[in-house]
């Protein structure tokens, strides 16, 4: 089946960017995703993009998509101790049925 | 704040107990889901509602219950659970099943048995 990847865990300081990666194995044209989780709370949805894009900007947050390596990466600039959360990125299929495949979460933890 | 609104926030509950979380959308979406999350581990779907009728169990334990009663809400009813159904549950919508717009989750009930 499908599988998304993801590292652990990420530690940056605070005004520096982050850049949190993600690799997925669909060869299908699919949509990729990110969700930020706060503690106790639920799924923030951040941004999505198409695989037929390449990046996607959207104030502090720019998501860079290499199709051929099947590997999308978050860059957050000028993190913020708001910042430190789990990141999931997801994938889907266009058009399919088949629901979202999620990646293990990244904890990102932003040092004054 | 998230336009998925869950009910109640946190649940305690007995083993014999019977409860029902609650979740409920008002941005027109036809699809809904539950999931199940533990701690520091990614959601897991459990159900899938798309106009209001039961479209994916994901092999869930009976004494899990979902119920869409119209296509703002829906439920999930609790009997007899045991100790490793303690996790976050989390509601989600969507435009559709199959549609690519993105799901829109809520907070999630924290949810406690003893």
């Known amino acids: 089946g499908e599988d998304v990847e993801q590292s652990l865990f990420l530690s940056v300081r605070e005004g520096d960017s982050s850049v949190i990666n993600c690799t997925y194995t669909?060869?299908?044209?699919?949509?990729l995703y990110w969700y930020k989780q706060e503690p106790g709370a639920g799924l923030q949805l951040l941004t999505y993009?198409?695989?037929?894009?390449d990046m996607k900007q959207d104030q502090r947050l720019t998501v860079l998509l290499n199709k051929k390596d099947k590997h999308l990466s978050l860059r957050i600039a000028d993190t913020q101790t708001g910042d430190s959360a789990i990141y999931f990125c997801a994938e889907r299929e266009a058009g399919s049925a088949r629901q979202l495949t999620f990646g293990s979460g990244t904890q990102l933890t932003v040092l004054p | 704040d998230t336009e998925v609104t869950q009910t109640p926030k946190h649940l305690v509950m007995g083993m014999t107990n019977k409860k029902s979380l609650k979740c409920e959308q008002h941005m027109g979406h036809r699809a809904m889901y539950w999931y199940k999350q533990k701690a520091k581990k990614p959601p897991e779907l459990m159900f899938v509602y798309s106009y209001e009728k039961l479209s994916i169990n994901e092999s869930v334990p009976s004494r899990f219950s979902p119920e869409c009663p119209n296509s703002s809400l829906l439920n999930l009813h609790l009997h007899a659970l045991q100790p490793e159904d303690s996790a976050l549950y989390l509601c989600a919508s969507s435009q559709g099943q199959d549609s690519n717009q993105p799901q829109h989750f809520g907070d999630g009930t924290r949810l406690s048995i003893l």
């Open positions: 669909d060869s299908s044209s699919t949509y």
């Open positions: 993009i198409f695989s037929n894009m």
